[in-house]
Structure formats: structure tokens, C-alpha cells
């Protein structure tokens, strides 16, 4: 495991990737829907490639096992209380991805958002996160220790979020990761072998290599 991570990467920064699918969950009785919020599907950074680690040794839901509340925010807003679209009922771990229940709020904004997910207008969810501990493998998916092997900037490395912490997640509008989003639970055929969340980065790597002379 290591505390290095991409390019302008601190521990507790806020991270945000993007995925979608179908609504096909909604409930307007309860102003509920289900979702996926993350399967960890390949994103691809300008850096490289990330990959999030999904299982209960990984994923911090410290936020909402608490009595804390993780809300549902428009687009990664949160400057004010017109940016709360909703908050999650519930968040767990199952069959390979993080499964959330939205509530829509009942206000403007609110029912503006639960009127587009119901008519299927918009479906993108994309989670906020931070990252507390990375794995480096290299493209032979070898553990690599930066601190002590020589790896260039152009190396393709992966680092894998090992442990993460859900902040919040968003209704947005260009989505990313197909393969997660708004929809019913049950319906997909994947597997948690068939996805895998994907991420490289080079901050703290290139910087050394570049006091090192090594290029």
C-alpha cells in the first residue's frame, strides 16, 4: 500500500467519477429510487487509469454508519442548500458494486430532479469520494514501492484506491461509467469479476525521478 497518489492527489481531497444506466426502480408513492453508485468500473484520468476497490474492507461508509447524512448533491454543488437534491436511506456493499436508496427532497429543485430520473431524462450518478491508501502495480500487475524501485513517468502503473470514503454522490448530466446509475437491483447480469475499477497516477514519482535525474 502506499500514501502516494496522482498528480495533485492529498489525502481527504474529494474525487469524482461518473456512471450511468437506466431508471427503472422509481417509486413515486415514497419519492425513492434505487441506484448503483459505483461498480468500479475502468475510468480513465488524464493521468492514467483508476481503479476503486469495492468490497467491506475498502469502502469507508463511516459517514453513514454514524447517523451522518450523505446527500444527494446537483453536479458536485454544494455552495448552497439549492444544490441538495435528496439524501441516501440506505448504502451497502452487494455482489460487487455500492448500492444505494435515494429520497428525493420535496423541494423545487428536489421535485425537479425526481421528475426528470422518473420520465428517464437524466440517469447519471457520479460519486464523491476520497482516498486514503493506494496499490501501485505496474502493467505486469507486480506490487511496485515507489519510495524504493525506479519507475518513469511513462511507465504504465495502476493504483488502486485500497480504502476510500464516500463523501457524497451526484445526478449528473454526462455520465461515464455505463455500467452503474439509476436502476433496478438484480437486473444486470455482471459480475464483480467482470468490473473492475481502474486508476494510475505519477505525482510524487515524477518529482523524485526528476531530482534523481531519471527521465
Not at 469495492?54 to 469507508?60: A, F, K, L, N, W
Not at 470514503?165 to 455482471?190: K, M, N, Q, Y
Amino acid at each position: 500500500m502506499s500514501s502516494i497518489g496522482p498528480r495533485g492527489w492529498s489525502p481527504g481531497q474529494t474525487i469524482n467519477r461518473f456512471i450511468d444506466a437506466k431508471p427503472s426502480s422509481y417509486n413515486k408513492a415514497t419519492h425513492t429510487v434505487d441506484c448503483v453508485i459505483s461498480r468500479g468500473s475502468p475510468v480513465q484520468r488524464f493521468y492514467g487509469t483508476e481503479i476503486l476497490r469495492i468490497d467491506e474492507r475498502s469502502v469507508d461508509l463511516s459517514r453513514m454508519e454514524n447517523g451522518s447524512m450523505i446527500p444527494l448533491l446537483d453536479s458536485h454543488q454544494s455552495g448552497g442548500i439549492a444544490s441538495a437534491l435528496g439524501r441516501f436511506l440506505d448504502i451497502r456493499i452487494a455482489r460487487g458494486a455500492l448500492l444505494g436508496e435515494i429520497l428525493f427532497n420535496q423541494t423545487p429543485n428536489g421535485k425537479m430532479a425526481e421528475g426528470m430520473v422518473e420520465r428517464g431524462e437524466i440517469v447519471g450518478i457520479s460519486a464523491g469520494y476520497s482516498v486514503q491508501s493506494w496499490e501501485i502495480t505496474d502493467e505486469a500487475g507486480k506490487v511496485v514501492d515507489p519510495d524504493v524501485q525506479q519507475i518513469r513517468w511513462d511507465d504504465d502503473l495502476t493504483f488502486t484506491a485500497t480504502r476510500w470514503c464516500l463523501h457524497e454522490a451526484s445526478l449528473v448530466s454526462v455520465p461515464a461509467d455505463h455500467l452503474s446509475g439509476i436502476r433496478s437491483f438484480g437486473t444486470s447480469g455482471d459480475t464483480a469479476e467482470d468490473i473492475r475499477a481502474r486508476m494510475g497516477a505519477r505525482a510524487r514519482i515524477s518529482a523524485r525521478n526528476s531530482a534523481a535525474g531519471i527521465f
